[in-house]
């Protein structure tokens, strides 16, 4: 039996369009098709549940400190608009996290946006019928699923709050990605003229799989979700972190047209500066930016101070205001994760390529060159 999502998505014009058959197929197979992405795209969330629920991750979970910032944008917005949050990626943690920020306030609860990647197994069951995760194929090119994703999201929307991650998958070099326009171009498809976007910045001290990432640089291929959890649960010995969740500002999407390319590339533009903008500049960032291999402590603390100067004269959301409260801070963070070791009132780099990704994390911050305001 199908949904009323499901019915509202057939009735789409760009579906009816596709059932009427063509590209090889007839319209029983074309039918066919679409049914099974809808099938695979369906989610339940039961938001009672969610906290009772002994998550797989909570060994995990619990080791991260979460904190908020500027959440009155959030509430301001949460009983008068559809909402949805757009953030940047940079661990399996967020899906938690930020989530649990919201719902920690009593903000109602969104649906999720996920690669299809975890959606095997035990987990898979849990986001598809509990937490409301929405599976997503990032890399396909099948217009039968991206006709009936665009239709599913745009119908969600008339419903459901949702949370995005603009960059697609984490960011495997640290860096902020630039923002894909797939999900953007779906939400304006709503026809919501109370629609607005508000963009999430998410920050950790230590991101869990930072080995595995930065030693990955670029994604080559989909690994299993399973074996990504047992790595995460090796490198969460001794691990701890805050994670800090910045909300910005509503910027209106009801007025945009989804048929102007340019219209949702300007808008995809803008969320990813201001999710830029909102970042949580943290001590490990700071520290790794302005380490050299080999470096003093007294000369470190120098270059620190006068990266901290020049970040804030560019109005960035600092944690840190010296060099002497980085070092403090993020060195014993640094060391226990192996990435430097301190001897004799020096530092010295263990783990270049982590120390990089580190460093990463703020580079679209102190980069001028297309820099928006």
Do not use: W
Request: hydrophobic share 40%; with cysteine.
């Amino acid at each position: 039996m199908q949904d009323d999502i499901s019915q509202a998505v057939l009735a789409h014009e760009d579906v009816l369009k596709y059932l009427r058959g063509g590209a090889g197929e007839s319209g029983a197979q074309a039918r066919e098709k679409i049914n099974g992405y809808l099938e695979e795209l369906r989610t339940t969330q039961r938001h009672k549940f969610y906290r009772a629920l002994q998550h797989p991750l909570y060994p995990i979970l619990r080791k991260i400190e979460r904190k908020h910032e500027n959440l009155h944008h959030v509430l301001n917005a949460v009983g008068t608009h559809r909402i949805l949050y757009a953030s940047n990626h940079k661990s399996h943690c967020d899906y938690l996290v930020e989530p649990l920020v919201l719902d920690d306030n009593d903000v109602r609860p969104p649906l999720i946006v996920a690669g299809i990647n975890l959606f095997g197994g035990p987990l898979g069951l849990i986001h598809k019928h509990v937490t409301g995760a929405i599976p997503i194929r990032r890399a396909t090119k099948d217009p039968a699923y991206l006709i009936t994703l665009k239709a599913y999201v745009s119908e969600i929307l008339k419903k459901h709050d949702l949370f995005f991650y603009p960059e697609g998958g984490r960011s495997y070099s640290g860096e902020l990605k630039p923002s894909k326009t797939g999900l953007f171009n779906a939400a304006l498809g709503a026809e919501r003229p109370d629609l607005v976007i508000i963009p999430v910045a998410v920050a950790y001290d230590l991101v869990l799989e930072d080995h595995i990432l930065a030693h990955q640089s670029v994604k080559k291929r989909q690994r299993p979700f399973g074996r990504e959890v047992a790595e995460m649960v090796r490198y969460a010995v001794g691990y701890r972190s805050r994670a800090f969740v910045t909300f910005g500002a509503p910027i209106s999407a009801g007025d945009r047209d989804v048929h102007s390319r340019s219209d949702v590339l300007e808008l995809a533009r803008l969320v990813r500066a201001r999710t830029g903008a909102l970042y949580k500049v943290l001590p490990t960032a700071v520290f790794a930016s302005a380490m050299r291999p080999s470096i003093t402590r007294r000369d470190l603390e120098s270059r620190i101070d006068r990266l901290i100067e020049e970040l804030a004269a560019r109005h960035a959301n600092l944690a840190v205001t010296s060099g002497r409260q980085a070092v403090e801070e993020a060195a014993e963070l640094l060391e226990t994760r192996g990435i430097i070791v301190a001897e004799r009132g020096r530092f010295r780099v263990r783990e270049r390529t982590v120390l990089k990704y580190y460093a990463r994390t703020i580079e679209h911050l102190l980069v001028t060159t297309g820099r928006t305001h």
